[in-house]
């Protein structure tokens, strides 16, 4: 005896897939982000976990935030070492 062929027919759900107008819209210019990564004490992590739960923002919402907030301060200057204040 032969074996059967048996075919598999792929079961059509109606999503996911490539076709036209699927995916994410691409945003304009001006919104796009760029990521960054860097490292922090696991107890800043945590502050910062904290912050984002009472806050209701997500940690890059937070994190971006402050930092916008954080550079539109007035820079403090630092004195560069070996300088002599008179």
Same mark, same amino acid.
Not at 7 to 19: L, P
């Given at each position: 005896?032969?074996?059967?062929?048996?075919?598999?027919?792929?079961?059509?759900?109606?999503?996911?897939?490539?076709?036209?107008?699927?995916?994410?819209?691409?945003?304009?210019?001006?919104?796009?982000?760029?990521?960054?990564?860097?490292?922090?004490?696991?107890?800043?992590?945590?502050?910062?976990?904290? %912050?984002?739960?009472? *806050? !209701?923002?997500? +940690?890059?919402?937070? #994190? &971006? %935030?402050?930092?916008? *907030? !954080?550079?539109? +301060?007035?820079?403090? #200057? &630092?004195?560069?070492?070996?300088?002599?204040?008179?």
């Amino acid at each position: 005896m032969g074996k059967s062929k048996k075919s598999k027919k792929k079961k059509v759900s109606g999503r996911g897939g490539a076709r036209r107008g699927a995916g994410r819209k691409p945003k304009p210019e001006g919104e796009k982000m760029v990521s960054i990564s860097f490292a922090l004490l696991p107890e800043l992590r945590d502050q910062i976990d904290e %912050r984002r739960r009472l *806050e !209701g923002v997500g +940690r890059s919402e937070l #994190l &971006r %935030r402050y930092s916008q *907030e !954080g550079l539109a +301060r007035k820079p403090k #200057l &630092r004195k560069q070492k070996g300088s002599k204040t008179s």
